[in-house]
């Protein structure tokens, strides 16, 4: 069996940068494609391999040798339905083809809370939301081992090693860090979870915990996930 090589999408991103100190700091070897060259020595200093990509066009030439993947791109607020059209579901498709090719071990993709219900939002998310269901539901039945992160609301805080399971968006949720969606990213890989669609807001779950509960299928974010995929 091949040596477990992490392919990073869009490392350069704010959630994207800190999955990257996490897989550094946990000795994986990791390729982290990006978009410009001018962001290379930021992850070559964490050892990692780079390539460049755009993810509006082919980028599978990045799935060389690749064992595992994470996506962690995600379209800004501001960009419009055009940007979020292409990254947020075309470019997250594209991921789930290539890593089916290449028959990854398990494709992670960072996606939002707001996907269980993209109708449910308010106006100006509801087209991101559509984006990101559509991709989830693409990836979830597309014939690769996956886990698909819904955080909720995301801060810059530190991180607290622990989250709170979460089947529905509301108005209330508890933010969470963008070092503990990191943090939960790369224990599923490290773990092996696989085909768990996990919603989460800021709690006081410990992460391992909350994945053992998860595997166990004693927590109710799965049965939540297996029915919204069936709305």
Not at 7 to 24: F, M, N, V
Not at 52 to 61: R, V
Not at 178 to 201: H, M, P, S, W, Y
Not at 209 to 231: H, K, T, V, W
């Amino acid at each position: 069996m091949k040596a477990m090589k992490v392919l990073l999408i869009a490392a350069h991103g704010r959630t994207g940068r800190l999955i990257a100190r996490r897989l550094h700091d946990e000795g994986i070897a990791f390729r982290a494609l990006l978009r410009k060259s001018a962001q290379k020595s930021e992850f070559a200093a964490l050892g990692a391999e780079i390539v460049l990509g755009d993810l509006t066009n082919d980028f599978s030439h990045a799935f060389d040798d690749i064992t595992h993947v994470i996506y962690a791109a995600g379209s800004a607020e501001t960009e419009g339905v055009h940007e979020e059209r292409a990254i947020d579901r075309d470019a997250v498709m594209r991921t789930a083809d290539y890593a089916r090719r290449r028959r990854v071990r398990q494709l992670v993709v960072v996606s939002a809370l707001s996907a269980l219900h993209p109708d449910s939002n308010p106006l100006a998310l509801r087209h991101y939301s559509r984006m990101k269901r559509e991709s989830d539901d693409y990836v979830a039945h597309r014939g690769v081992p996956y886990v698909i992160l819904r955080p909720g609301p995301l801060s810059d805080a530190p991180a607290r090693g622990a989250i709170a399971l979460a089947g529905e968006r509301t108005q209330s949720m508890p933010a969470v860090s963008r070092e503990d969606v990191a943090a939960l990213a790369v224990r599923c890989v490290l773990r092996g979870v696989k085909n768990q669609t996990i919603g989460f807001v800021g709690g006081n779950e410990p992460i391992d915990d909350a994945l053992d509960a998860l595997i166990a299928g004693d927590a109710l974010a799965p049965m939540l996930a297996r029915q919204s995929q069936r709305i």
